[in-house]
C-alpha cells in the first residue's frame, strides 16, 4: 500500500542537519590515549553500530584535538579508500570521539536521529558515486554536496515508527552475532582444555612424563594433512553463484562451481599469511591459498592450524612455503580423543551455521523494508512482524516472518 505523502517533505540535509569534524589527538601525549572513551575511525564504521573501537581515548585526550558526541549520534566517513567501494554510515551507541575523516551529524528536533542512520544507509549507492577524487588516489565526499542531498522527511512519529521497525531486525542480527561469538569461544576453549592445557576426558587415569601423556605421539603436520593448491580465477572469470571464493583474507565472492567440498578449512598462502578460514558450503579456493586435504576430523584441524607457526620465510616471492609448514611438530593425541572432540563440538558449529544463515535472512528482509519504508513505498501501519515465543528467552530464533495487512 502506497503510503499519502501529503505531511510528508524533501528537504536538504543541511537545512535539519548540523555537521562536526574529527580530529586525532597527538599521538606524541601519551597522556592523551589508551583511555576508556572510543575513538572513532573508518575500520571501525562497518559495524553499523558502534559501541567498541581499537583505540580508545582519555579525557585529557577527548578534549584535545577531537570531539566528543554522545549515543544515538550518526557518523559517516567523509574521506578515505572505502569510499571507492561503499559510502561507511554507522550510529552510535555510548559517547564517543571520532577522526578527521569522520562528520558527525546532529539533527534538528524534526529528525529523529535513528531514522537519519536508516535513510542515509538507504542512499548508499548514490552517495558512494558522489565522492570525488583526492590526493593519493583516495575518495572524498564534496560537503557541498552532502548538505544539498535531498531527504524525504515523514512526520517525527512515522520516523520513529520506521526506525522501530527497522531496529527490531538489526536487534535480532546483533543477539545472532553475540550467540555466534560465544558458540566459537567455547569451542576454541574446549580444544585449548582438552590438547594445550592436557585436561581433556580421563586425563586424571593417563601416564604423563615431563607435561605430556606418554601415549601422544610426536608428528609433523606433513604427517596428517595435505595443503592442497588452489585454482587462479579472476574477478572477470566468475560467474555469481551459491559458492563462496576464498582468497587468503576470507571470501572475496561467490561463484556457480567449486573446488573443494565443505566443510572445508582455507590457509593463506600469499597476502595474508597462514590465515585460518572455515567453510561450511562447498567453496572455490584461489591460488593465494591452500585448502586442507586430510582423513582427520577437520573441526580438530581448524584449531590446530590456528595455533601452528606458520613463517613468512620467502622474501623474494612473500608466501607461505609448504615445506616448511609440513615440518611444524605437533603432539598427536590419537585418533579416538579427535573424535571424541569433534563429537562434542560439532554442534557447536551447527548451531553456528544456523545463526549465520539466519542472519541472512534477516538481512534481505531488512533490505526490502529499508527501501519500502524510508522511500513511502510502504506505510509503518501495514505492517504486522510476528517473531516465535521463543524469542523472548533467546532461545532458538528463527526467521521472523513479515506480514503485510490486506
Not at 553500530?49 to 583505540?55: G, P, V
Not at 535513510?119 to 548508499?124: D, T
Not at 566459537?184 to 580444544?191: L, V
Not at 609440513?326 to 571424541?340: A, D, H, K, T, V
Amino acid at each position: 500500500m502506497k503510503v499519502d505523502k501529503i505531511k510528508w517533505r524533501t528537504v536538504r540535509l543541511g537545512s535539519v542537519i548540523k555537521f562536526i569534524s574529527g580530529g586525532t589527538p597527538s599521538i606524541s601525549e601519551p597522556r592523551y590515549w589508551n583511555g576508556k572513551i572510543p575513538w572513532v575511525s573508518s575500520a571501525e564504521m562497518t559495524q553499523g553500530r558502534i559501541w567498541n573501537t581499537e583505540r580508545r581515548v582519555t579525557e585529557d585526550g577527548a578534549d584535545n584535538g577531537t570531539k566528543r558526541v554522545p549515543a544515538k549520534t550518526v557518523l559517516i566517513v567523509v574521506r578515505g579508500m572505502s569510499l571507492a567501494k561503499e559510502f561507511r554510515v554507522a550510529i552510535t551507541i555510548r559517547e564517543v570521539t571520532f577522526n578527521q575523516d569522520l562528520k558527525a551529524l546532529i539533527p534538528s528536533e524534526y529528525v529523529d536521529a535513528e531514522f537519519l542512520y536508516y535513510y542515509l544507509l538507504s542512499q548508499n549507492g548514490p552517495i558512494r558515486d558522489s565522492a570525488s577524487e583526492a590526493a593519493h588516489g583516495t575518495k572524498k565526499l564534496d560537503m557541498q554536496v552532502i548538505e544539498q542531498w535531498p531527504l524525504l522527511l515523514p512526520p517525527l512519529l512515522i520516523q520513529k515508527k520506521i526506525a522501530a521497525i527497522l531496529s527490531t531486525y538489526d536487534d535480532l542480527i546483533e543477539n545472532n552475532k553475540r550467540r555466534i561469538a560465544l558458540l566459537e569461544k567455547m569451542a576454541e576453549e574446549i580444544y585449548r582444555e582438552w590438547f594445550v592445557r592436557m585436561r581433556f576426558p580421563g586425563h586424571e587415569k593417563v601416564k604423563f612424563k615431563k607435561g605430556l601423556p606418554v601415549s601422544w605421539d610426536v608428528k609433523r603436520l606433513g604427517d596428517i594433512l595435505e595443503l592442497a593448491y588452489g585454482k587462479a580465477l579472476k574477478e572477470s572469470d566468475r560467474t555469481q553463484g551459491n559458492f563462496p571464493v576464498y582468497g587468503s583474507g576470507g571470501v572475496i565472492g561467490s561463484h556457480n562451481k567449486f573446488l573443494a567440498g565443505g566443510p572445508g578449512i582455507i590457509i593463506g598462502r600469499k597476502g595474508n599469511v597462514g590465515s585460518v578460514h572455515w567453510s561450511d558450503l562447498d567453496f572455490f579456493p584461489i591460488d593465494t591459498v591452500y585448502y586442507v586435504k586430510s582423513n582427520l576430523s577437520k573441526y580438530y584441524l581448524y584449531y590446530l592450524l590456528q595455533s601452528m607457526n606458520f613463517i613468512n620465510n620467502d622474501a623474494a616471492v612473500p608466501g607461505l612455503n609448504r615445506s616448511q609448514a609440513y615440518s611444524n611438530q605437533l603432539y598427536f593425541p590419537g585418533r579416538s580423543l579427535i573424535e571424541e572432540f569433534a563429537d562434542l563440538v560439532k554442534n557447536m558449529f551447527c548451531q553456528k551455521s544456523s545463526l549465520l544463515k539466519k542472519n541472512e535472512h534477516l538481512k534481505i528482509s531488512t533490505n526490502m523494508l529499508l527501501s519500502r519504508l524510508i522511500s513511502g513505498k510502504l506505510s509503518v501501519e501495514d505492517i504486522d512482524i510476528h517473531f516465535p515465543p521463543s524469542m523472548q528467552n533467546e532461545q532458538d530464533v528463527d526467521h521472523a516472518q513479515l506480514h503485510l495487512r490486506k
